[in-house]
C-alpha cells in the first residue's frame, strides 16, 4: 500500500485520455524544479568566480539590457536574463566592443562600484591606449577598489603608465595627501622605485618634495625603502628639506637607511649631502648603523667623515663603540683609530656595556685591541665587578687574563668576590669564588659597605678607597715573596727601571723562546708576569734572546721594543687573518702581518741590543741544516766556509742585508702550515727549543772576542732537549730556569678558538700562581746588578 501510495502522489509523466502512442509530456511541477536548478547553478557560478573579473564583450550581447546608468564610456546593464548588473566600458576606439568591469546581483553594491568607476577612469582611457587591455583594466579597477581613498594621481603611480601623467585631472592632484597615510603621488612613486615616474611628477606635474605624510616622512623616506638607488639621486638634484627632514620617529632618511641596512642608499644620500650630525632618538646615523648591525651602512659614513667613530649619542654619551653587537662591528671602528677606552655620560666603557650585555665576542676584540680590563665606570666598577653576576666563566677568565684585578674595590668598597659571594646561585656562586681563589682573591667580606659623602678623599689611602694605596718602596737586595706578589699584582709597578744592560753584570741573560704558533700566547702570557713583577720591560732584561718559529716573531718583538701587553693583543688578532681556509695556508697574510709589524724593509741589523737570533731550517741540501738569523755578524768559527767550497749552495745574506720579516716568515715556515719560504724550512724541525743551540752561539761567539782580545761575559720544547740545557747549565754554573705551563687540553698551532685559547692562557695565569717562588727567584736574579 504505502508503494503504490508514494508513486501515485509523485507522477513523472501523465498521458491523457484517448491519446495513445504519443511521446510523455513533463509534468509542469518537474519544469518548474528545472528552472530552479537552473537559477541556482547560476547563482553558485558567479558567487564563486569572481564577479570583478575584466572580461572583454561584444556591446551586440547588451541590446536587450536595460541601461541603468550612463556616464561617459561606462555604462551599468540591469541584464533580465541574468539577473546580473553588469558594467560595461565601451571600448572609445571600437565601440562595437567593450569591457565588462564587474557582474553581480546587488543593485546597491553595483550602483556604488559604477560611481567610483565613473568618477576615476576616465583621465586613463583618455590619455592612453595603453589602457585598453583587459589585463591593465584589471589592474587599475582593483586598485580603485581597494584604495578608495586615492586621487587618480596616486592611482597613476601605480599603473605606472607615464602618458597618464600629462591629463590636467591628474596634474591637479600630483600633490594630494587625502588618503589613509597622508601620502603624496610622490611618495608612492618613490617607494615603488619608479624612477621613470618621479621624472614624470617632479619635471612635469611639479609635484613638492618636501610634503610629509601622516608620519612625517618625506618622499627621501620612502625612496630609502625602496630598491632604487637612483630614485634618491633623481630627488637629491634639488635642493630640499626633506634630505633631513626627521619624522615623527625622529629618523632622518639616513637614520633610516641605516636602520634598513640600505648601504647603497646610505651612499647616495652622503654624496646629495645628508648630514651626519642630526640627532635622532639613538643618537646620530653611526648609532643608528651600530645598533642595528649594518656593517656597510656604518663603513659608508665613516668614509665619508673620519670623526663619526668619535661622536657621543645624546642619551648615554657613548661612542659607537658602544653600540657593537658584534665582533665584526667592533673590530671595523677599531681597525678605524677608534678609542677603545672612551667613555659614556656614567664613564663606562665600551668593554663595560659589552660585559653588561654577554656579548664575550666583542669583550675579546675589545681586549686584544687594549681596552682597559681595570677601568673604573660607574659606580667605581671594573668589568670584573659587572661580570661576576653574568654567570659566564669564560668571560670572567678573559678579563682576568687581560689584567683584570681580582681585589679591586668599587665605590662601596666590594671586591669582585664580594658580589660574587652575594649569588643566590650555589652552584654559581661557588663555581666563582673557587675561580677566584684560584688567583689568590681575598674573598673575606669587606670591613665597610662604603665611604659616607663627605668623608675621606680621592687620595685616601683606606683598604677600599676608589684609589688604591701604592705600596711602599721595595728594596732590589731585600726582595720578599710578599713584595714580589705586590708588585705584580699592581697595574702599574712602583718601580720602573731603566734599561740596565749598560750596568755591569757578572753573567748574560739568556732568553729561549720555543716554537707553537698560536702557543706564542702561553710564552707571552709568562712574560707580562715577569715585566709586571719587575717593573722592567723584557728587551731590558735579557742581553740575548734566541726564538723558534713563533718564539722567533717573539724574540723580533722584544727586539723592537714592542709590549708583551701589545703581542698578546696582536696574537689574537692575527689568527684570524692567518688562519684561514685549509692547510697549507696562504703566505700572504701572514707576510702582510709580518711587514705591518716590523716594516718592509728593516734590516737585522737595524737594532743591535739585545743580540737576537732565530732558529732556520736549511732545506736545499742533504742532511738540512740549521740556520741562525742573527742581527749581529756571527762568531768567525761558524761563518759556513764550505758555502765557497760547494758552487752549489748558494751563498747566505749576511745579517746586514737580511730583512727582518723574511727572517720571522722563514723560522715560521711550519711544514703543512705554510709553504717553505725559499729554502727555508721552520726552525722547529732541528730546533723547537733552542736553549742549546744559543748557549753554543754565546759560547763561541765569547770566544771568539777573546782570541780578539776584547771583553766577554756569560732556557723538542720538554724531554732531552731541556735536561741537556739544564745539565750543561749546571756543569758551567749558569742559572737554568724552565717555564712551561702543563696544559689540560692540547693546543694546536693554528687554534682560532677565543675560548679555547682564554682557557689555555687562564692555566698559565695559574701555573704563575702557583710558582710564585720561582718567579720570585728568577725576578731576583734578573734584578741583579
Given amino acids: 500500500m504505502g508503494d503504490r501510495a508514494q508513486l501515485t502522489r509523485d507522477p513523472v509523466f501523465f498521458q491523457t485520455e484517448g491519446e495513445g502512442g504519443g511521446a510523455p509530456q513533463p509534468a509542469p511541477q518537474k519544469m518548474q524544479f528545472f528552472g530552479r536548478l537552473v537559477n541556482t547553478l547560476s547563482s553558485v557560478t558567479t558567487l564563486f568566480s569572481n564577479p570583478f573579473r575584466v572580461k572583454e564583450v561584444a556591446m551586440s550581447d547588451y541590446t536587450s539590457s536595460h541601461r541603468a546608468r550612463e556616464e561617459g564610456q561606462l555604462i551599468?546593464?540591469?541584464?533580465?536574463?541574468?539577473?546580473?548588473?553588469?558594467?560595461?566600458?565601451?571600448?572609445?576606439?571600437?565601440?562595437?566592443?567593450?569591457?565588462?568591469?564587474?557582474?553581480?546581483?546587488?543593485?546597491?553594491?553595483?550602483?556604488?562600484?559604477?560611481?567610483?568607476?565613473?568618477?576615476?577612469?576616465?583621465?586613463?582611457?583618455?590619455?592612453?591606449?595603453?589602457?585598453?587591455?583587459?589585463?591593465?583594466?584589471?589592474?587599475?579597477?582593483?586598485?580603485?577598489?581597494?584604495?578608495?581613498?586615492?586621487?587618480?594621481?596616486?592611482?597613476?603611480?601605480?599603473?605606472?603608465?607615464?602618458?597618464?601623467?600629462?591629463?590636467?585631472?591628474?596634474?591637479?592632484?600630483?600633490?594630494?595627501?587625502?588618503?589613509?597615510?597622508?601620502?603624496?603621488?610622490?611618495?608612492?612613486?618613490?617607494?615603488?622605485?619608479?624612477?621613470?615616474?618621479?621624472?614624470?611628477?617632479?619635471?612635469?606635474?611639479?609635484?613638492?618634495?618636501?610634503?610629509?605624510?601622516?608620519?612625517?616622512?618625506?618622499?627621501?623616506?620612502?625612496?630609502?625603502?625602496?630598491?632604487?638607488?637612483?630614485?634618491?639621486?633623481?630627488?637629491?638634484?634639488?635642493?630640499?628639506?626633506?634630505?633631513?627632514?626627521?619624522?615623527?620617529?625622529?629618523?632622518?632618511?639616513?637614520?633610516?637607511?641605516?636602520?634598513?641596512?640600505?648601504?647603497?642608499?646610505?651612499?647616495?644620500?652622503?654624496?646629495?649631502?645628508?648630514?651626519?650630525?642630526?640627532?635622532?632618538?639613538?643618537?646620530?646615523?653611526?648609532?643608528?648603523?651600530?645598533?642595528?648591525?649594518?656593517?656597510?651602512?656604518?663603513?659608508?659614513?665613516?668614509?665619508?667623515?673620519?670623526?663619526?667613530?668619535?661622536?657621543?649619542?645624546?642619551?648615554?654619551?657613548?661612542?659607537?663603540?658602544?653600540?657593537?653587537?658584534?665582533?665584526?662591528?667592533?673590530?671595523?671602528?677599531?681597525?678605524?683609530?677608534?678609542?677603545?677606552?672612551?667613555?659614556?655620560?656614567?664613564?663606562?666603557?665600551?668593554?663595560?656595556?659589552?660585559?653588561?650585555?654577554?656579548?664575550?665576542?666583542?669583550?675579546?676584540?675589545?681586549?686584544?685591541?687594549?681596552?682597559?680590563?681595570?677601568?673604573?665606570?660607574?659606580?667605581?666598577?671594573?668589568p670584573l665587578h659587572l661580570a661576576m653576576s653574568k654567570d659566564n666563566l669564560e668571560m670572567i677568565k678573559a678579563l682576568i687574563v687581560f689584567g683584570a684585578e681580582v681585589d679591586t674595590p668599587n665605590d662601596s668598597g666590594e671586591t669582585p668576590a664580594f658580589i660574587a659571594s652575594k649569588i643566590s646561585k650555589l652552584v654559581t656562586r661557588k663555581a666563582l669564588l673557587t675561580l677566584l681563589r684560584t688567583m689568590g682573591a681575598d674573598c673575606r667580606l669587606p670591613l665597610i659597605q662604603g665611604v659616607p659623602s663627605g668623608q675621606g678623599s680621592a687620595t685616601s689611602h683606606h683598604p677600599f678607597s676608589p684609589e688604591r694605596a701604592q705600596p711602599p718602596p721595595v728594596s732590589l737586595n731585600n726582595l720578599e715573596l710578599q713584595d714580589l706578589m705586590h708588585i705584580s699584582r699592581a697595574r702599574k709597578p712602583a718601580f720602573v727601571l731603566s734599561s740596565m744592560r749598560d750596568e755591569k753584570r757578572t753573567h748574560d741573560h739568556l732568553l729561549c723562546l720555543d716554537g707553537g704558533g698560536v702557543k706564542g700566547l702561553i710564552i707571552i702570557q709568562l712574560l707580562i708576569a715577569i715585566e709586571k713583577a719587575s717593573g722592567v720591560a723584557t728587551k731590558d732584561l735579557f742581553d740575548w734572546v734566541a726564538g723558534t718559529s713563533t718564539g722567533g716573531i717573539l724574540a723580533l718583538a722584544i727586539l723592537h721594543s714592542k709590549s708583551m701587553a701589545y703581542m698578546r693583543g696582536v696574537y689574537f688578532r692575527m689568527k684570524d687573518e692567518v688562519f684561514r681556509g685549509s692547510r697549507p695556508y696562504e703566505s700572504g697574510p701572514l707576510e702582510e702581518f709580518l711587514k705591518r709589524e716590523f716594516g718592509e724593509h728593516t734590516k737585522m741589523t737595524d737594532v743591535k741590543k739585545p743580540k737576537v737570533m732565530l732558529t732556520g731550517t736549511l732545506s736545499d741540501r742533504q742532511p738540512a741544516e740549521l740556520h741562525l738569523f742573527r742581527n749581529y755578524e756571527a762568531p768567525e768559527p761558524v761563518r759556513e766556509p764550505r758555502f765557497s767550497q760547494n758552487v752549489n749552495l748558494k751563498p747566505l745574506t749576511r745579517p746586514s742585508d737580511q730583512l727582518v720579516w723574511r727572517a720571522a716568515r722563514s723560522s715560521g715556515a711550519a711544514p703543512t702550515y705554510f709553504r717553505p719560504n725559499g729554502r727555508f724550512l721552520d726552525g722547529g724541525l732541528l730546533a723547537n727549543n733552542p736553549t742549546l743551540d744559543a748557549m753554543t752561539e754565546i759560547h763561541e761567539y765569547n770566544q771568539d772576542l777573546i782570541r780578539k782580545g776584547q771583553d766577554s761575559k756569560c732556557t723538542d720544547p720538554d724531554g732531552r732537549a731541556v735536561d741537556r740545557a739544564r745539565a750543561w747549565c749546571e756543569m758551567v754554573g749558569v742559572q737554568y730556569f724552565r717555564l712551561n705551563p702543563q696544559l689540560g687540553t692540547d693546543i694546536m698551532l693554528d687554534e682560532v678558538s677565543d675560548t679555547v685559547l682564554v682557557n689555555a692562557l687562564w692555566e698559565t695565569e695559574v701555573y704563575i700562581h702557583e710558582h710564585r717562588e720561582q718567579f720570585q727567584q728568577l725576578v731576583q736574579l734578573l734584578l741583579a746588578p
Fill in 76 to 382: 551599468l546593464f540591469q541584464n533580465a536574463s541574468s539577473r546580473t548588473w553588469d558594467c560595461i566600458l565601451v571600448n572609445p576606439r571600437s565601440p562595437q566592443s567593450g569591457f565588462r568591469l564587474f557582474q553581480l546581483e546587488s543593485e546597491a553594491d553595483a550602483l556604488v562600484n559604477f560611481q567610483q568607476y565613473s568618477s576615476q577612469l576616465p583621465p586613463f582611457y583618455e590619455s592612453s591606449l595603453q589602457v585598453l587591455h583587459a589585463e591593465v583594466l584589471q589592474q587599475l579597477t582593483d586598485l580603485i577598489r581597494n584604495h578608495p581613498s586615492w586621487s587618480v594621481a596616486h592611482l597613476a603611480v601605480e599603473l605606472g603608465i607615464r602618458e597618464c601623467f600629462h591629463h590636467s585631472r591628474i596634474i591637479s592632484c600630483a600633490n594630494s595627501r587625502e588618503n589613509e597615510e597622508g601620502c603624496t603621488p610622490l611618495h608612492l612613486a618613490c617607494r615603488r622605485g619608479d624612477g621613470e615616474i618621479v621624472v614624470e611628477l617632479v619635471q612635469h606635474c611639479h609635484a613638492q618634495m618636501d610634503v610629509t605624510d601622516n608620519q612625517g616622512e618625506t618622499a627621501f623616506h620612502y625612496a630609502v625603502q625602496g630598491d632604487n638607488s637612483q630614485v634618491l639621486q633623481l630627488l637629491g638634484k634639488s635642493a630640499s628639506a626633506g634630505l633631513n627632514q626627521a619624522n615623527n620617529r625622529g629618523l632622518t632618511p639616513l637614520h633610516l637607511a641605516c636602520q634598513l641596512g640600505r648601504q647603497e642608499m646610505v651612499r647616495v644620500l652622503l654624496l646629495c649631502n645628508a648630514r651626519c650630525n642630526v640627532v635622532g632618538p639613538a643618537g646620530y646615523p653611526i648609532h643608528v648603523a651600530m645598533k642595528f648591525s649594518q656593517r656597510g651602512c656604518a663603513e659608508m659614513i665613516i668614509g665619508m667623515d673620519s670623526n663619526q667613530i668619535h661622536s657621543k649619542d645624546p642619551r648615554y654619551g657613548a661612542s659607537p663603540l658602544h653600540w657593537a653587537k658584534n665582533a665584526e662591528m667592533a673590530r671595523m671602528l677599531l681597525k678605524r683609530g677608534c678609542d677603545v677606552n672612551g667613555t659614556s655620560s656614567a664613564g663606562n666603557t665600551a668593554l663595560h656595556v659589552a660585559v653588561m650585555r654577554k656579548r664575550f665576542d666583542v669583550v675579546m676584540v675589545l681586549l686584544t685591541f687594549g681596552a682597559n680590563a681595570e677601568a673604573r665606570g660607574e659606580h667605581g666598577n671594573t
